[in-house]
Structure formats: C-alpha cells, structure tokens
C-alpha cells in the first residue's frame, strides 16, 4: 500500500493566486522569499480550522452556501470551486467522472493506467508533477481548491499543510479515508462522491453517477451469487512478512462483494502484517496483487511469490492464480465498483463466459 510518507518538493518562484488581497500576496510572497514558508508548516488534516470560500460579487451561488466538515476542517462554500488542483489520480477521476474536467487546472501524482473513459480528458489537465508537487508549483496553478487523495498531499513538511493553503485563501479537501476512519466501506466511496458533488454544485450529476456504480456492484454480485466462495489473500508487499488487506479495508468487502473470501478478514486493522506461516496455513485459492506506482511492478512481486519454498503448496501458488488490482481500485472514488467486476472475473470466470 503506498504508505502516504511526504516527499521531496522542488523549490519554484512563489507565485500566489490573484484571488488573494494584494497585501496578502505581498506578505505571503516574502514569507515565502525569506523561510521558504516554514512559518506555515503548522496543524495538518486533523486539526480544528475553519476557512469562507467567498463570492467576489458578494453573493452566494444558487444552491450555496453549503457547509463541508472534512477532517476536522469545516469550510463554508459560498459557490463552487472555479480551478481545482486534485493531488493523486483517484481524486482526478472522481472529478471526471462527474463531469468536472472546465473546473480542473492542474492535477499531480498519476499511480495507475487511467480508467479509459478518462484518458483523453486526463491528458487534457497540466500535470504540475510526477509525484506530490511542491506548495510554490501548487500556487502557479491558481487553483481556488486543492483535493488529495492520501495524507501526503498536505503534508506539513514539505509546507502543503491545510493551514498553508488556507492562509493563502485556498480551500482544501482530503479524501475520507485518511480522516482516521477505523473502517472504509463501499459506502464511503459512494459518500466521497456526493460530498464532490456538494462542493461542486453538481448533486444530481454524483446521484446519478452513485446509481450507475450501484448498478454495476449489483449486477456483478448477481453474476456469482451460486458460486462457490473462492479463499483469496491480498498481497500488497513485503518479504519478511506480507502487508496485506485487513478485515476492515474495503479490499475485503471488494473480495466479498466479487464472490470471495479475504482469508485474512479476522484481521482486526484496514492494513496490517501478517506472517508467511499463517499465509501458508490459510491455504488461498487466489492472490490477489495490488499494483501501483513506486512499489515494483507485478511480474517482480509474482516472481518473488513463486520462489519461496515455504509457499510452494499454497494452492494459489501451485496453481499460479493471480488477479492483478491497481491500489487505485481500492481507493475511495469511482474505481471500486470497477474492481468488483475485475476480481469476480478473475474468481469465476465462467460466469462471465
């Protein structure tokens, strides 16, 4: 799993959005002339903070001001976000998916192969870097909201704390996941898309798009419901022990809800460690890889798998059964309900001959 640990920013020109006071600008300009804004690097995504998205004219948007409570930091909308910056792809195809691509002016950290009704609008959106970008090349977008996907979008720091992008009048948003919830369902990925769709003035465009995910989750559990319960073990990583998906992750319920059976469900944690021992007890039939940026790519995780002596009776190794999800099908926003359909076919196949 990518474990959302900060990473090096690049040092850009400071270049604060226009929105601002120009006496704000001016400060904020030398602040980060002289400190490098280390000042700012203050209270991340759980702290208490409360921030006003206002309308230049003075007036609220029909539909607003609205209210988000979003990790502890309450933002009031008084209209929807004009430039959106999404750190990490998940939070970006989310925005696709609703219909949000005129909103969006720079987006960071592509992780996996882009849904492929999204690639030509993705490709369309100013990639500001390869990983998380710096605050300074954040601001050169001019965004008035900045989404992220893991906690390290707005990691302290590296000075993409909330605190920073508010005191430069920039609301911002974290995926729900990493609110310190103890549980993440497929409710939660349904629920992160009509909070966007709140914040963006675009409610009947998330319900439809929520119905349409239903649909697809409904149809594929359909699909395999007289089929016999397949036993599968997520392998996200590791080698002296497996980092593998909790009872509490929703690759659990994923696993369910595609016609199996997470062999490690009584894993009482979202993610946690389990031995090589219990794995080899635990017998699965399927193993399920987690692909995603930075990690390694899977032919090295499945070559590592199949060289170890200890493994070698574990049916899905004897039989070289593997099902290949990206982290991001994991991920809260549009692509679980994806994932559920990808795993079933790989788990019984023949109900999707």
Not at 57 to 85: H, Q
Not at 276 to 288: F, G, S, T, Y
Not at 304 to 328: E, G, H, M
Request: net charge neutral; hydrophobic share 40%; with cysteine.
């Amino acid at each position: 799993m990518y474990d959302g640990m900060p990473r090096p920013g690049s040092t850009l020109p400071l270049r604060v959005p226009s929105r601002v006071p120009l006496s704000r600008r001016r400060t904020l300009r030398g602040a980060a002339l002289a400190t490098a804004l280390a000042a700012v690097l203050l209270s991340g995504c759980g702290a208490q903070q409360e921030s006003t998205s206002r309308d230049d004219s003075g007036g609220a948007a029909e539909g607003f001001p609205i209210t988000v409570d979003n990790c502890g930091t309450k933002t009031t909308y008084r209209k929807p976000p004009a430039r959106a910056v999404t750190i990490h792809q998940h939070p970006a195809e989310l925005m696709l998916a609703l219909g949000l691509k005129d909103r969006m002016v720079g987006t960071a950290f592509p992780d996996s192969a882009v849904l492929p009704e999204f690639r030509e609008d993705f490709k369309a959106i100013p990639e500001l870097a390869k990983k998380e970008p710096s605050f300074e090349t954040v601001l050169e977008a001019e965004p008035d909201f900045v989404y992220g996907g893991y906690a390290s979008a707005f990691a302290e720091n590296e000075g993409r704390s909330r605190k920073a992008f508010a005191d430069a009048g920039i609301d911002t948003y974290l995926n729900r996941e990493y609110c310190g919830k103890k549980q993440v369902s497929m409710k939660d990925a349904y629920d992160e898309i009509n909070t966007i769709g709140r914040i963006f003035g675009v409610e009947d465009r998330a319900e439809r798009l929520v119905e349409d995910l239903r649909s697809r989750v409904d149809k594929t559990a359909a699909a395999v419901k007289d089929e016999r319960e397949v036993s599968v073990f997520v392998y996200d990583s590791g080698d002296k022990s497996a980092f593998t998906a909790g009872g509490k992750s929703l690759g659990t319920e994923i696993i369910r809800l595609a016609g199996g059976r997470n062999v490690f469900s009584d894993l009482d944690e979202v993610f946690g460690d389990a031995s090589w021992e219990q794995v080899v007890d635990r017998k699965p039939e399927v193993i399920a890889i987690y692909d995603y940026a930075g990690a390694g790519n899977v032919e090295r995780k499945k070559k590592f798998l199949l060289s170890q002596p200890a493994l070698a009776d574990v049916p899905a190794i004897k039989n070289k059964r593997f099902v290949v999800l990206p982290l991001t099908a994991t991920m809260l926003g549009v692509r679980p309900p994806y994932a559920v359909e990808d795993l079933a076919r790989g788990l019984h196949p023949e109900s999707f001959r």
